[in-house]
């Protein structure tokens, strides 16, 4: 986090808002954490985006008051990162590449389980 300024904390989740792990910086304050916290929609507009024939959405970009929000959206998992108002969105975009090497073990733990499921006949 302290090479990207203005960014305050980072969460990762499952499509449905279940956080996996989230980090957070030192000057990170009370309302940037609940915004850490709460479930957003951004799944949600993505998959309607889809649905209207809008093409694939990759991220979603939120200007708040005082923050700005960046969700990076896979196909399994969410990536909501806060940064301050005065962030450079740009950068913040770039990190993406970044987050999916980070999580790219953990979508593949998350693909093997779900196949594992499904090869039971399970619904998931």
């Not at 030192?26 to 209207?52: D, R, V």
């Not at 008051?65 to 969700?71: F, G, L, R």
């Not at 979508?107 to 039971?120: D, H």
Request: proline share 2%; glycine share 6%; hydrophobic share 45%.
């Amino acid at each position: 986090m302290e090479r990207t300024p203005g960014l305050l904390g980072a969460v990762v989740s499952d499509l449905e808002g279940v956080s996996v792990t989230c980090a957070v910086g030192s000057t990170c304050g009370e309302a940037e954490l609940a915004l850490l916290k709460t479930t957003e929609a951004a799944s949600i507009a993505a998959e309607l985006a889809e649905k209207l024939q809008m093409g694939r959405c990759k991220s979603v970009v939120t200007y708040l008051s005082t923050n700005v929000v960046v969700y990076f959206i896979s196909p399994l998992l969410l990536v909501k990162l806060v940064a301050e108002s005065h962030a450079n969105v740009g950068l913040l975009l770039e990190t993406v590449d970044d987050i999916n090497q980070i999580t790219s073990d953990l979508v593949k733990i998350l693909l093997e389980s779900q196949e594992a499921v499904q090869s039971k006949g399970l619904d998931i």
